[in-house]
């Protein structure tokens, strides 16, 4: 079974979760799409939920499906947010922002009772930190917040490259107006330290560090779904 296939097994069993009447939180990229995907499918077959997206790619796949959306402010509270991630551990400690939506993402998670994330198995890892660590930040005094970052990086345990996210050769700017600067730090051995020294940095927005979010996963692999709660 290809990778896309999983991620829409992964996506099908998050989905067995969703009850009529429920205020989700639709997350961003390739598997959370597979989720909105086959939700549409449902609330055309006459399934009544409403959907607060998690970026703008979201918004335009969701109401292309016909479902009813909503912002946190007309609804602050939600019942469930289903999204991907980039890896997580057996803790359900999460790296997000491969997609670049990591700011509205942890801003919707944290609006929401449950948190449920959709993967591969491949996403699971030992210690996170394979993954290139994604860190919103300001674009006004971008070195002088990067230098900060790897000061943050040094004092958690972790070192690495820091680089500016680039797409189609100029800086990529987010859905809140902000750039991403990408750690590559091959492990993060104190994740929770990491999240601290990052909140402290002024020019930081928001990083891809989510602790405490996840209440259960659903991975996919080529045995079937393993759900880690
Ligand atoms: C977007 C994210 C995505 O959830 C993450 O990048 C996983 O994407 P995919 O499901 O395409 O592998 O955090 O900001």
Excluded: W, Y
């Amino acid at each position: 079974m290809n990778v896309d296939a999983l991620k829409r097994e992964a996506a099908a069993a998050a989905l067995e979760l969703v009850e009529p009447g429920m205020r989700l939180g639709l997350g961003t990229g390739s598997t959370a799409a597979h989720f909105v995907d086959l939700l549409g499918q449902k609330v055309r077959a006459g399934f009544d939920v409403v959907g607060i997206p998690t970026s703008e790619a979201t918004h335009v796949q969701a109401e292309k499906a016909g479902i009813r959306l909503t912002t946190l402010d007309e609804t602050p509270e939600l019942d469930l947010t289903v999204d991907g991630a980039d890896e997580l551990d057996s803790r359900l400690r999460l790296i997000k922002g491969g997609g670049a939506a990591l700011l509205r993402e942890k801003i919707v998670a944290n609006a929401s009772t449950r948190m449920v994330v959709i993967a591969d198995a491949a996403k699971k890892v030992d210690v996170l930190g394979a993954f290139p660590l994604p860190i919103e930040v300001v674009p006004f005094g971008l070195e002088s917040t990067r230098r900060c970052i790897v000061k943050a990086m040094i004092a958690a345990g972790c070192d690495g490259a820091v680089t500016l996210r680039l797409k189609d050769g100029h800086a990529l700017v987010t859905d809140g107006g902000h750039f991403i600067l990408d750690a590559a730090l091959g492990r993060i051995p104190d994740p929770e330290a990491l999240a601290l020294g990052l909140s402290a940095i002024p020019g930081v927005v928001e990083h891809g560090l989510f602790l405490g979010l996840a209440s259960d996963a659903f991975l996919a692999g080529p045995s079937g779904i393993e759900r880690i709660s």
